[in-house]
C-alpha cells in the first residue's frame, strides 16, 4: 500500500502503513498523549510502552496485524495510528484500536484512518472486528458507528462493539 495524501480543515496529512522503522516516532507519539488519551487507548492506566511493546505495534505482518499511520508531512511525526491484530483464539476476528495524538484530534483523522484500515481489513480476510471503549467514551463510539460496528455488550464501564466484513457502507 502506498502513502496518499490528505487534508483536514487544509491541514495535510499522510496516510501509510506502519512499519518498524517507526519504532521511535511511534514512542514519540504516545509521549504526546496525554494520560487521559493513553486511558482511553490501553482502556487503563499506561505511563510507558516497553520495548517489547513497541516491537509488537511495529513489527506487522500487514494480513492479520495492520497498522496505518497519519504522519505530520511539516517534521514526519506520527499524530495517529489505527490497527488491527487478529484474535488467536478466533482466526477471521480482529480487534480494532486506534488513537489520534491531542492536538490533532477532532478533526477527522481518527475516521480516515479507520476507513482505510476497515477496507484492508476486508480485504485481508478479517470476517469480523472488535473494538472495546469506554461507555463515556463518546467520541470513539460516534467514530465506530460511522464504520459501521454496532454496540454488542455493555458491562461496567466498557462498550463492546462489532462489524461484520458485510457491512459494506460507511455511515456518515
Known amino acids: ?44 492506566p499506561k505511563p510507558k510502552l516497553s520495548s517489547s511493546e513497541l516491537a509488537y505495534l511495529t513489527e506487522i505482518d500487514h494480513v ?34 486506534m488513537f489520534v495524538v491531542d492536538a490533532w484530534q477532532g478533526q477527522g483523522i481518527g475516521t480516515a484512518l479507520g476507513q482505510r484500515l476497515v477496507r484492508l481489513a476486508d480485504a485481508n480476510g478479517i470476517a469480523r472486528l472488535t473494538a472495546t471503549t469506554f461507555a463515556d467514551n463518546r467520541a470513539a463510539r460516534a467514530v465506530l458507528r460511522k464504520l459501521g460496528f454496532t454496540t454488542v455488550g455493555i458491562g461496567g464501564s466498557f462498550v463492546d462493539l462489532a462489524r461484520a466484513a458485510d457491512v459494506m457502507s460507511f455511515r456518515a
Not at 10 to 27: F, K, N, T
Open 1 to 44: 500500500m502506498s502513502a496518499c495524501e490528505h487534508t483536514i480543515y487544509g491541514i495535510p496529512y499522510e496516510v501509510r502503513q506502519l512499519r518498524r522503522a517507526d519504532r521511535d516516532r511511534l514512542a514519540v507519539a504516545f509521549g504526546r498523549m496525554s494520560d487521559r488519551s493513553r486511558l482511553r487507548r490501553f482502556l487503563g
Open 64 to 97: 492479520t496485524h495492520e497498522a496505518l499511520a497519519a504522519i505530520d508531512p511539516d517534521d514526519g511525526t506520527i499524530v495517529g495510528v489505527a490497527r488491527y491484530a487478529e484474535e488467536r483464539a478466533t482466526p477471521g476476528t480482529a480487534d480494532l484500536a
